[in-house]
């Protein structure tokens, strides 16, 4: 009586053992072998370099929101669209006026942190009115 627990167990044990070895496809994104991925280390930007990507930023937020102006005044373009580029015309047209001036080389890292929120704030109205102008 003694042998037939024992060899349910031991058959059990044998087939836990060797059956997860039968798989004959490598699942590669659970393998423990294999390398881990790694994301790549932050990038660092010096100071100048910081100041650059300021002033690039910059350029572009001014040269869409002359794009929009022109195609706002294209008769073909949308209404709805027209009026957002004079609703950022009126509100922020002397503040790009102002920043399209402004130069970055001796601003702290934390000025250059607040133009850059700025300009991604600006990039998302001008965008909203550049598409209402071109989609309706």
């Not at 997860?20 to 390398?35: D, I, M, T, V, Y």
């Not at 009026?83 to 047209?93: N, P, T």
């Not at 503040?95 to 601003?107: G, Y």
Request: proline share 3%; hydrophobic share 35%.
């Amino acid at each position: 009586m003694k042998r037939k627990p024992f060899c349910l167990l031991l058959c059990t044990l044998i087939c836990c053992i060797f059956l997860p070895g039968c798989s004959h496809e490598e699942n590669q994104e659970f393998s423990l072998n294999g390398e881990l991925n790694q994301l790549p280390t932050p990038t660092t930007y010096t100071d100048e370099e910081a100041a650059i990507q300021t002033a690039d930023f910059r350029d572009h937020v001014v040269a869409s929101y002359q794009e929009i102006q022109v195609l706002a005044e294209d008769e073909t373009s949308y209404e709805a669209g027209r009026a957002l580029a004079q609703e950022i015309k009126d509100q922020y047209g002397k503040r790009i006026e102002e920043l399209s001036l402004l130069d970055f080389n001796e601003m702290s890292r934390t000025s250059l942190d607040e133009y850059m929120t700025e300009f991604t704030a600006l990039t998302t109205k001008i965008r909203e009115a550049k598409d209402a102008l071109t989609l309706d």
